[in-house]
């Protein structure tokens, strides 16, 4: 069972949309856990300060290593650190898988510039980003890689074959699918997949999902080849 912390000075954004849907249900059956922790709470005067200006001058504030520190230490119980970040490494499907493997997390959120460089070398963090674009903090990216992280969970999607066919899932983007009423708008079902035929309807899968791979994520393709 995946025990996740959060360090956040926003624990009212917690669990927000992932108390909804696939992610929800496995929160409410125990599949997974999760506990934000308010970074304020480790302050060490009265205001709860857990910012100041950032050494060298420069905009905005810094998140203090001493508080974040004392938070970290009074609620780490094992388990991987990781700070969400837009200077982490992207995340992918891959390391989504490897999260999910895992049996504690704890996830500190950063706010106004980041955090101080001494917390992330002091406990060993794993940087994440979820993309090259900034935030406003941190919450809103953990909860995008949580809700990919308990998806893949065990007892959590009703038909874990669908996993395998998925975008990323052999770094290939998926084909396109299709639904009822065969005819809609004088657009029709690729006569293919209404044969019954499970060997052609597969290989018609794969060619369009390399097709659609090529045009739009070269980048994956080469990762494929290079996998092979
Ligand atoms: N000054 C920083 C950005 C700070 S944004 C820089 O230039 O790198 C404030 C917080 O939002 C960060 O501390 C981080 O926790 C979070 N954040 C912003 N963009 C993110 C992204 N793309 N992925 C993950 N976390 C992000």
Request: no cysteine; charged share 25%; glycine share 10%.
């Given at each position: 069972m995946l025990k996740v912390k959060v360090l956040t000075?926003?624990?009212?954004?917690?669990?927000g949309f992932l108390a909804t849907s696939l992610t929800g249900k496995a929160l409410k059956e125990g599949l997974w856990q999760l506990e934000a922790i308010n970074i304020r709470n480790y302050a060490f005067d009265k205001h709860g300060s857990v910012d100041d200006t950032p050494c060298g001058g420069g905009a905005g504030m810094i998140m203090r290593p001493d508080v974040l520190g004392e938070a970290i230490e009074q609620n780490y119980r094992g388990g991987k650190i990781i700070y969400m970040s837009p200077k982490g490494q992207p995340l992918t499907q891959k390391t989504v898988h490897r999260l999910a493997k895992e049996s504690d997390l704890m996830i500190v959120c950063g706010r106004?510039?980041?955090?101080?460089?001494r917390v992330i070398e002091e406990y060993n963090i794993e940087e994440i980003s979820i993309g090259d674009y900034i935030l406003t903090g941190g919450e809103q990216a953990a909860m995008i890689m949580l809700d990919a992280v308990v998806r893949l969970l065990?007892?959590?999607?009703?038909?874990?074959?669908?996993?395998?066919?998925?975008?990323?899932?052999?770094?290939l983007l998926e084909y396109p699918q299709y639904t009822r009423p065969i005819k809609w708008k004088n657009r029709s079902v690729p006569e293919i997949l209404l044969s019954g035929h499970h060997e052609n309807v597969a290989k018609w899968q794969h060619e369009q999902a390399l097709q659609i791979t090529k045009i739009r994520r070269p980048d994956l393709l080469e990762k494929n080849l290079d996998s092979q």
């Open positions: 000075i926003f624990p009212e954004i917690f669990p106004f510039e980041g955090v101080d460089e065990p007892g959590v999607l009703g038909n874990s074959e669908s996993i395998q066919n998925e975008s990323f899932e052999q770094n």
